[in-house]
């Protein structure tokens, strides 16, 4: 299938280390982000989100990190997978009426076996 | 519980004809939002749709079109596409619930090609 990550940034890690991906939002507004995890041919599949009124959001295997200060975000992702291996994107949005998320450029992670 | 489905999954067209694509949104959400997605970027919102009227729309031409369905499915129309349009189009649907922000969910797209 077609690649989405041809010219994005990439991180390359060690299967069973640990990830961390970055992500700098632009809109102060924005109280709601979120991260989606996209392999090569497929849509966007959500990992996890986190409110604006939280700093820190843990799932399985990955944890959500947000700075409003600095408006930035982070995905750490434990003991990395080759199944983890895509372009992750972080969305910001505005909760409250209509749904609509903004797309940040995407990071490739790249897991070495 | 069926996911966002899209069709078709792949097509090809040529310059300056019509496409029409559709979605059918996760089981019990309302509203449905299009994206378009270039080779190497991340998506970029074309609109959106809820309670079958076009609620939000993003900076794209009005050759990008929509439509929504009593039964919360919906169509992306374009017309007179041109070869910039070639793109990766992308279907999310989700629940409005006021004040909250909830979870946007994506289907696989549609790869539309323009020749």
């Known amino acids: 299938g077609e690649s989405v990550g041809l010219h994005l940034p990439t991180l390359s890690v060690q299967e069973g280390d640990n990830s961390i991906i970055n992500c700098a939002y632009s809109?102060?507004?924005?109280?709601?982000f979120i991260w989606y995890k996209q392999e090569s041919g497929k849509g966007p599949q959500f990992i996890i989100d986190?409110?604006?009124?939280?700093d820190k959001r843990q799932g399985q295997r990955v944890t959500v990190l947000l700075n409003k200060t600095v408006k930035h975000l982070s995905l750490q992702i434990a003991a990395t997978q080759p199944g983890d291996s895509a372009v992750y994107f972080c969305?910001?949005?505005?909760?409250?009426?209509?749904?609509?998320?903004?797309f940040g450029i995407g990071t490739k992670l790249q897991v070495i076996p | 519980d069926a996911g966002v489905t899209q069709s078709p999954t792949h097509l090809i067209k040529t310059r300056g004809q019509q496409v029409t694509l559709r979605c059918s949104p996760k089981?019990?959400?309302?509203?449905v939002s299009w994206y378009q997605q270039a080779l190497g970027q991340g998506p970029q919102f074309i609109f959106q749709?809820?309670?079958?009227?076009?609620?939000q729309r993003g900076n794209f031409p009005d050759r990008f079109s929509g439509h929504q369905f009593p039964n919360y499915s919906s169509e992306l129309n374009v017309n007179a596409l041109l070869l910039g349009d070639s793109a990766l189009y992308l279907c999310?649907?989700?629940?409005?619930?006021?004040?909250?922000?909830?979870?946007?969910?994506f289907g696989e797209g549609s790869w539309l090609t323009v020749v």
């Open positions: 986190i409110r604006s009124n939280m």
């Open positions: 089981s019990g959400h309302d509203t």
């Open positions: 969305a910001e949005g505005i909760s409250g009426g209509y749904q609509k998320v903004t």
């Open positions: 809109n102060s507004a924005s109280d709601y």
């Open positions: 999310a649907s989700s629940l409005v619930l006021g004040n909250s922000g909830n979870t946007i969910y």
């Open positions: 749709y809820y309670e079958e009227e076009e609620r």
